[in-house]
């Protein structure tokens, strides 16, 4: 079992809708989750970081943790073609101190 | 968020020589760098954790020997790799930790794209 999985996609939605994505991990005490977004040929660029179980919004992003269940999930509300990307779970393990374990990352692709 | 800037964007050299990679924090200081490679179509690797004023930490089955990191101040860390091969052709990509309490963010730089002809 990998210990961050996400699902690789393509995961496709039309313009204007809600994109969902989902990532699960293994170390029952990680504390802290991050999504970052990655554009093809750039560097991957942070949009949401949460620590407590529940959501946590930003503008059209909604993060969310479930502890419990070990996932997190990130919602992209009216979804733009500019949001077609590569999106990368990320989690700091409960014996790390910084070092981020990565997803392999879900495509998203937003159909004008 | 916080900025990181890596120089250069892209280089190509040829087989056997060395080239240095510059991984700054510029508006932060950064006791911790990270060092990433990733190829096509793949997620990214961890390479190695540098630390500033200690030597790095070099996940397993990167070689120390060829590449060559240096923390050498709380906003610099360099990535030398030596006698490049083609297979070493990659995309080259630092991050800096910043910490407060519970929290460790890390930021990306902008990354290298190394061709080794």
């Known amino acids: 079992q990998k210990e961050v999985e996400q699902n690789s996609g393509p995961l496709s939605v039309p313009e204007g809708a809600i994109a969902s994505l989902n990532c699960t991990y293994s170390?029952?005490?990680?504390?802290?989750f991050f999504w970052y977004r990655q554009y093809s040929g750039k560097s991957p660029e942070l949009i949401m970081f949460?620590?407590?179980?529940g959501d946590k919004e930003d503008g059209r992003f909604t993060a969310q943790l479930n502890k419990a269940s070990q996932y997190v999930s990130l919602l992209i509300r009216d979804s733009q073609p500019s949001d077609s990307a590569t999106y990368l779970c990320?989690?700091?393990?409960?014996?790390?101190?910084?070092?981020?374990?990565f997803g392999q990352g879900t495509t998203l692709q937003v159909k004008p | 968020g916080a900025v990181v800037s890596q120089h250069p964007s892209r280089v190509i050299c040829k087989s056997g020589t060395s080239v240095k990679i510059e991984c700054r924090s510029l508006?932060?200081?950064?006791?911790?760098m990270f060092w990433y490679r990733q190829f096509p179509k793949q997620s990214l690797m961890l390479m190695a954790t540098?630390?500033?004023?200690?030597?790095?930490?070099?996940e397993q089955g990167v070689e120390k020997d060829k590449f060559l990191i240096n923390h050498a101040s709380l906003t610099l860390s360099t990535l030398t790799v030596t006698s490049a091969h083609p297979e070493d052709s990659s995309f080259y990509i630092c991050?800096?930790?910043?910490?407060?309490?519970?929290?460790?963010?890390?930021?990306f730089g902008p990354g290298t794209r190394l061709t080794v002809t």
């Open positions: 991050s800096a930790l910043t910490s407060g309490g519970f929290s460790y963010e890390q930021y």
């Open positions: 170390d029952r005490g990680s504390q802290s």
């Open positions: 949460i620590y407590s179980n």
């Open positions: 990320a989690v700091i393990k409960a014996s790390n101190t910084g070092k981020l374990i």
């Open positions: 508006d932060f200081q950064a006791t911790t």
């Open positions: 540098s630390n500033e004023g200690s030597k790095a930490t070099y």
